[in-house]
Nanobody, 121 residues
Framework: QVQLVESGGGLVQPGGSLRLSCAAS????????MAWYRQPQGKQRELVAT???????SYAESVKGRFTISRDNTKNAGDLQMNSLKPEDTAVYYC???????????????WGQGTQVTVSS
């Protein structure tokens, strides 16, 4: 059973940086699109950034210019670099990936376990 394993969350002061990472726990055939979502306490989950298999990226307006999504297709992994963090970025961050386990298997959505990011002085 494949899992997406996240790492890199924590506590940071406003203006600081964090890098989140996400990787498949077992060898897989391929990952199509990858994305990062976040869910502030008491609020709905929201899309933060996406990256296609070809490397095309998109971002929520609230993080444009501050966050950068990337991926390493050779490692079936992805990162979210977060700079100039603000208190309103505080949330649980989730990695999402559309994974094809084997060459002829269907593409399915998988989620990471979530990692807490807290921006506070």
């Amino acid at each position: 059973q494949v899992q997406l394993v996240e790492s890199g969350g924590g506590l940071v002061q406003p203006g600081g940086s964090l890098r989140l990472s996400c990787a498949a726990s077992v060898r897989i055939f391929s990952i199509a699109a990858m994305a990062w979502y976040r869910q502030p306490q008491g609020k709905q989950r929201e899309l933060v950034a996406t990256i296609s298999s070809g490397g095309t990226t998109s971002y929520a307006e609230s993080v444009k210019g501050r966050f950068t999504i990337s991926r390493d297709n050779t490692k079936n992994a992805g990162d979210l670099q977060m700079n100039s963090l603000k208190p309103e970025d505080t949330a649980v961050y989730y990695c999402n990936a559309r994974i094809q386990l084997f060459r002829l298997s269907p593409i399915r959505d998988y989620w990471g376990q979530g990692t807490q990011v807290t921006v506070s002085s």
